[in-house]
């Protein structure tokens, strides 16, 4: 069963603004990560926030993690037209491979 | 730079038709997965495996099996093809059962199953 439930399903922004994805998650985590997808390729890693962590910042990225509520949420800020990509959160990873959400699709319109 | 490779990016085959699909890493990662990934359903594990020759099933092994011989590869089989296995299929692998490992994903292959 998929453990992280990304919201929205899809969003669209204008070049420039900032986007905001959440993921909610239903079991207790030792970490969650957000991983890019381009449409049709792999999944590249973003960013990994550990359990202990509320907030993780890389590059234009920022990530929050709110244990008690079993959320986190993912902000790109000043969008660009190459941000344009579905994301994924997932927890796990350990030598049982993870467990993804069905992923937020964001458009980026110039 | 990582890499994790996979044979094909686009296959194409009958229904009945055994198929292998490989994947390679050249990190010396411990651990391999497989994943198919379709619409609505997000990326679900297949089977991943820990170690040479070891194997663990997923969340969705019905219909596949995996050999592992060497540790840089990981193959994942098909015996006998069928259309609800039309999918894409993703590749990853990560270094020792660390719980704060990232995994490093091929490129793909998209399976079309006639």
Redesign the interface.
């Known amino acids: 069963?998929?453990q992280g439930e990304e919201d929205p399903q899809a969003l669209s922004i204008q070049e420039g603004e900032n986007a905001t994805m959440n993921c909610s998650y239903k079991t207790s985590i030792?970490?969650l990560?957000w991983?890019r997808q381009n449409s049709?390729?792999?999944?590249?890693?973003l960013i990994?926030i550990?359990s202990n962590e509320r907030e993780k910042h890389s590059g234009r990225l920022r990530v929050t993690l709110d244990t008690s509520k079993k959320s986190s949420s993912l902000l790109i800020t000043a969008s660009r037209a190459a941000d344009t990509a579905s994301y994924?959160c997932a927890s796990g990873?350990?030598?049982?491979?993870?467990?993804?959400?069905?992923?937020t699709h964001l458009i980026i319109q110039p | 730079d990582v890499k994790?490779t996979q044979s094909s990016r686009y296959l194409v085959k009958r229904t009945g038709e055994k198929v292998f699909l490989e994947c390679v890493q050249d990190m010396d990662h411990e651990?391999m997965?497989w994943?198919r990934q379709d619409p609505?359903?997000?990326?679900?594990?297949i089977y991943?495996s820990?170690d040479v020759k070891m194997k663990?099933k997923?969340?969705i092994p019905e219909g596949y099996s995996v050999s592992r011989e060497k540790k840089e590869r990981f193959s994942l089989i098909l015996e006998s093809a069928s259309t609800n296995q039309t999918s894409?299929y993703?590749c990853?692998s990560?270094k020792l059962?660390?719980?704060?490992?990232?995994?490093?994903?091929?490129?793909?292959t998209?399976l079309t199953v006639l």
């Open positions: 069963s998929q030792n970490n990560q991983y049709g390729r792999g999944l590249v890693h990994l550990r994924f990873g350990g030598a049982d491979g993870l467990t993804f959400g069905k992923g | 994790v651990n997965f994943y609505g359903l997000g990326l679900r594990l991943f820990y663990e997923g969340d894409m993703l990853a990560t059962a660390g719980l704060h490992n990232e995994q490093f994903f091929g490129p793909g998209r």
